[in-house]
């Protein structure tokens, strides 16, 4: 099992930057990859970016491409999710996933963490 909390949301103006951060706990060894995900009001949850935990491998929405980094410290178990230029249609609850070894797709998600980008 893998819990996974984010943090890191909150209330910025457009053009601002927000650092995002997904704590990762329990069987952290299995975890193949982590992924950013968002849901807007009224709308389908989308993938942002994702990140192999093991090497250097990174993919990115085109909508935040050049943006938003993602990025990783295994010591901590954490991903984090770096937004500058951030804008209105950026607002939406964002969370993190974990897809394990064995196991194709995102098989544990956190609770969540609200992103609101004012104009």
């Known amino acids: 099992q893998v819990q996974l909390v984010e943090s890191g949301g909150g209330l910025v103006q457009a053009g601002g930057s927000l650092r995002l951060s997904c704590a990762a706990s329990?069987?952290?060894?299995?975890?193949?990859?982590m992924g950013w995900f968002r849901q807007a009001p009224g709308k389908e949850r989308e993938f942002v970016a994702r990140?192999?935990?093991?090497?250097?491998?990174?993919d990115y929405a085109n909508s935040v491409k050049g943006r938003f980094t993602i990025s990783r410290d295994n010591a901590k178990n954490t991903v984090f999710l770096q937004m500058n230029s951030l804008k209105p249609e950026d607002t939406a609850v964002y969370y993190c996933?974990?897809?394990?070894?064995?196991?194709?797709?995102?098989?544990?998600w956190g609770q969540g963490t609200q992103v609101t980008v004012s104009s």
């Open positions: 996933a974990a897809e394990v070894f064995g196991t194709p797709g995102y098989e544990y």
């Open positions: 329990g069987r952290t060894f299995g975890i193949y990859d």
């Open positions: 990140i192999r935990w093991s090497g250097s491998s990174t």
